[in-house]
């Protein structure tokens, strides 16, 4: 038996989410990425949040696509 990762460092959910470690920082500066935590230094992103963010951006024709950076 498998065991889900619930909680994730910066690191792991860039891999998740197939991004590079800075392209996610800037998300969380700009704002416009997943939601997540801080535990002193540590960021923290919860899984079920990656999985709604991701299922939040899809779209089914490249006409719904974002114009500019992220996605609202």
Known sequence: MQTQIAN??????????GLAVPTLEKMAVRGDGPPFAKLGRPVI????????????RVIVSTSQAPKGRGCK
Do not use: F, G, H, V
């Open 8 to 17: 994730m460092r910066r690191e792991q959910a860039a891999e998740y989410l």
């Open 45 to 56: 992103y919860r899984k079920s949040d990656l999985d709604a963010w991701i299922a939040a």
